[in-house]
């Protein structure tokens, strides 16, 4: 496949060559002179033909870009950018045929450390902390986004515990080894290449088949949004009015989320793809002792606003 920006071509394939080593040794046998003299004696080359030709390719009936989505990371989280660098690497160029399951865990293989994951930041019990592969969700949620537009049957989708930054709420996929994965149908007549590609803090995923006649449109409605008190801490090395923050706050949603779909103008259907709760997470404060937890909460809502 020669792949550009909206469209798909096909090379024509070309024969191989290498050495026959046994047409070889059988040549260089026969030849040998019994005297033990020097001679030359011609290798014996023989002719590959490619396992995939181009009139298989055709046969598959990519052409055409079917949906594209993108998503911004920070080059600067060294190890966040390498994990999904390499989650990219390993879906570029992805083949799904018509019919098939497509498994995101099983395409990228085991996520740890001898696979060439690094740590970096990941949700576990709610809390974000350091783990393995920390930036493979991103991965898999740009390629959620690019399946729904393309109109795929997904057959497997979680949303995290808690909102992430590099999505609307409702958007998210999250992936875990030997846990959630994001699964979807190739429901089309004809097969799909993925590409993948995350550089300079950008990370575009696109699905290639044949030119859609319809288009997709997805919508996402905050059905709840909820904050949780604060919680204080009384920390007697502080002084009056000083504020150390343990914890930022993250709010709570439940979230619908729709995909409408048109063709030639007039809307064809809408189907609720999700319905998403995201958990409410405390900000977390150490006061000084000598304060009131009422006197300190103010303080904190006066650095807030200051800031």
Known sequence: FIVLEDSVEIAAEKNGRMLDFKATREAILKSLPPTGEKTLIAAVIKEIRPPVTKDKLLELGINSLMASFETSYNPAQTGRAHNIALSAASLNETIILHGEEFSFLENIGEISHESGYQSAPIIVNNKIVDGVGGGVC?????????????????????????????????????????????????????ALLLTAVAENGRLEIKIFGQKMKE????????????????????????????????????????VSVWRNVFLNGEHLRSENISYDRYRAVPAVYRIAREETVNQQAEHVRE?????
């Open 215 to 254: 288009r997709v449109q997805i919508s996402t409605k905050i059905v709840k949004e909820y904050a949780l008190p604060a919680k204080y801490i009384v920390d007697p090395q502080l002084k009056p009015g000083e504020t150390v923050t343990v914890q930022n706050g993250i709010k709570g949603y439940e």
């Open 138 to 190: 991103q991965t898999s949620s740009t390629l959620y986004n690019a399946a729904l537009l393309a109109n795929l049957e997904i057959s497997e989708r979680h949303n995290h515990s808690l909102r992430v930054a590099y999505l609307p709420a409702g958007l998210d996929a999250t992936v875990t080894q030997n846990g959630p994965d994001l699964k979807f149908i190739n429901n089309r007549e004809h």
């Open 303 to 307: 650095a807030a606003a200051a800031n």
